[in-house]
């Protein structure tokens, strides 16, 4: 409901109501030609915005494909402005790995690649290589006018597998998981029932990362060794 100064949100899932002051929606709106895609969204990326903070980054970012001689000038450059990550230990590259999930006929990256305003995607994220009976993370990266939004959670590997493939469901994760956020494990089962979503690529990477000594809200991170397949993913 919008009125001069404020829009109320009703979230049925949880039974809430939240307000807003109306600039909130000010940009979102100006999109006009993108309002029928976002119609069905946009209440929730402002609900998600302001109220959703917990277990979430929010950021800009940029990709760029370096040599070696180009990857060597910058680490010179940076280091006097710039910390390396403590999981680069000893100054060693740290593994990442993920399983990306999408509906049987790709439906999610073919939008990707459109290149949307709005764009998400789930995956398991994992440092190092996992046993299943690690904790990873199951996140929700999404994507609005640049900014990227990411909000994660807890789960063992085996459990993620196992709530994902749909052989126990949401409740039971909530029920035997100390370390769930349980309201985006709510966010996580509707996006997974909407999408029924398959494990679709597995892909992983050794990273560097540096960060801003001041404050650390500027990061850089260097990738290499990046193995993808989409068979056997696990």
Same mark, same amino acid.
């Given at each position: 409901?919008?009125?001069?100064?404020?829009?109320? %949100?009703?979230?049925?899932?949880?039974?809430?109501? %939240?307000?807003?002051?109306?600039?909130?929606?000010?940009?979102?709106?100006?999109?006009?030609?993108?309002?029928?895609?976002?119609?069905?969204?946009?209440?929730?990326?402002?609900?998600?915005?302001?109220?959703?903070?917990?277990?979430?980054?929010?950021?800009?970012?940029?990709?760029?494909?370096?040599? =070696?001689? =180009?990857?060597?000038?910058?680490?010179?450059?940076?280091?006097?402005?710039?910390?390396?990550?403590?999981?680069?230990?000893?100054?060693?590259?740290?593994?990442?790995?993920?399983?990306?999930?999408?509906?049987?006929?790709?439906?999610?990256?073919?939008?990707?690649?459109?290149?949307?305003?709005?764009?998400?995607?789930?995956?398991?994220?994992?440092?190092?290589?996992?046993?299943?009976?690690?904790?990873?993370?199951?996140?929700?990266?999404?994507? %609005?006018?640049?900014?990227?939004?990411?909000?994660?959670?807890?789960? =063992?590997?085996?459990?993620?597998?196992?709530?994902?493939?749909?052989?126990?469901?949401?409740?039971?994760?909530?029920?035997?998981?100390?370390?769930?956020?349980?309201?985006?494990?709510?966010?996580?089962?509707?996006?997974?029932?909407?999408?029924?979503?398959?494990?679709?690529? %597995?892909?992983?990477?050794?990273?560097?990362?540096?960060?801003?000594?001041?404050?650390?809200?500027?990061?850089?991170?260097?990738?290499?060794?990046?193995?993808?397949?989409?068979?056997?993913?696990?």
């Amino acid at each position: 409901y919008i009125n001069s100064q404020n829009i109320t %949100y009703y979230e049925p899932q949880y039974d809430e109501t %939240y307000s807003f002051g109306i600039g909130a929606f000010q940009k979102l709106l100006s999109y006009e030609k993108e309002i029928l895609i976002l119609d069905i969204r946009i209440c929730y990326l402002i609900y998600e915005h302001c109220v959703c903070n917990r277990d979430r980054a929010e950021y800009l970012y940029c990709k760029n494909l370096l040599n =070696q001689e =180009q990857y060597e000038t910058m680490l010179d450059k940076i280091s006097t402005y710039m910390v390396m990550d403590t999981y680069n230990k000893q100054g060693q590259f740290y593994k990442i790995s993920n399983i990306y999930y999408d509906t049987v006929n790709n439906d999610i990256i073919r939008t990707c690649i459109d290149k949307p305003v709005y764009k998400e995607k789930l995956r398991i994220r994992s440092y190092g290589v996992p046993s299943v009976e690690d904790y990873v993370f199951v996140e929700i990266k999404k994507k %609005y006018d640049g900014i990227v939004y990411k909000r994660r959670t807890q789960m =063992q590997l085996k459990d993620a597998y196992r709530y994902l493939s749909g052989t126990v469901s949401a409740s039971y994760i909530a029920q035997n998981n100390s370390k769930i956020n349980n309201q985006l494990l709510g966010e996580i089962d509707y996006y997974k029932n909407f999408y029924k979503i398959v494990p679709k690529v %597995y892909l992983s990477y050794d990273r560097l990362a540096y960060f801003e000594k001041k404050d650390g809200d500027f990061r850089i991170t260097f990738d290499t060794n990046i193995v993808t397949r989409r068979e056997d993913i696990r």
